[in-house]
């Protein structure tokens, strides 16, 4: 079964630094991955996806992600932080195994930023 | 209306009382999920539906009964609820879950309180 581990629980940034949340997952094929920002109160949002093709994909809001096959990781990436970027970032991964469609996602990263 | 919506957005309810959370996508998908996002716990699926045919039931105690007239609608019905089962609620639906995994696009939620 495929599984996803973000590391880092919570994470401060100060405005205009650069980003990275780390995102490593467990699958035995080729995952989809995913990441989505859930901001208090709210639904989740998807920011981007991989499911194949070149491995930098491009999202909204300024976010980028690399899949790693070599270091089964997707982490996430945004040059310049604003201060709406404050919120919870998830990873998934989504994968057909064992005939399980849905997703499986990571715990979350709580992301601060400071002015 | 666009996107997911859930109503209602929030619910305070006691241990006897019987309620139901609306979910409607207005995006022509086919595939619809329930998930429960607890205070410092993962995501956890609970349901999902493909063309109103249940798929997914993650050993969700049965006083959650889903139901899912058609693509468009899901609901979930509560009944003898426990304090434990307090959480945000959340509604998802993605394209027809196939050969592939596609992405899953969320309602805001619906925040309960059990009392």
């Known amino acids: 079964a495929q599984s996803v581990t973000q590391p880092d629980i919570h994470i401060t940034v100060s405005e205009g630094a650069s980003l990275e949340l780390r995102c490593n997952y467990s699958?035995?094929?080729?995952?989809?991955l995913f990441w989505y920002v859930q901001s208090p109160g709210q639904g989740l949002q998807l920011l981007l996806k991989?499911?194949?093709?070149?491995?930098l994909v491009q999202g909204i809001k300024g976010f980028e992600a690399e899949f790693k096959r070599s270091q089964s990781s997707f982490n996430l990436r945004k040059p310049s932080v604003h201060w709406s970027d404050a919120a919870e970032y998830f990873c998934?991964?989504?994968?057909?195994?064992?005939?399980?469609?849905?997703?499986?996602f990571g715990s979350g990263t709580r992301l601060q930023v400071q002015p | 209306e666009t996107g997911v919506t859930q109503t209602p957005r929030h619910l305070v309810m006691g241990m006897t009382n019987k309620k139901s959370l609306k979910c409607e996508q207005h995006?022509?998908?086919?595939?619809m999920y329930w998930y429960k996002q607890s205070a410092k716990k993962p995501l956890e699926l609970m349901f999902v539906?493909?063309?109103?045919?249940?798929?997914e039931n993650n050993s969700v105690p049965s006083r959650f009964s889903p139901e899912c007239p058609n693509s468009s609608h899901l609901f979930l019905h509560l009944h003898t609820l426990q304090p434990e089962d307090s959480a945000l609620y959340l509604c998802?639906?993605?394209?027809?879950?196939?050969?592939?995994?596609?992405?899953?696009?969320f309602g805001p939620g619906t925040r309960l309180t059990v009392t």
């Open positions: 998802a639906s993605s394209r027809s879950i196939g050969q592939t995994t596609y992405e899953q696009y």
């Open positions: 699958y035995g094929a080729t995952p989809y």
């Open positions: 991989y499911f194949s093709g070149d491995t």
């Open positions: 998934a991964v989504g994968a057909m195994d064992t005939g399980r469609r849905a997703l499986t």
């Open positions: 995006l022509g998908h086919n595939a």
């Open positions: 539906y493909n063309f109103k045919e249940q798929t």
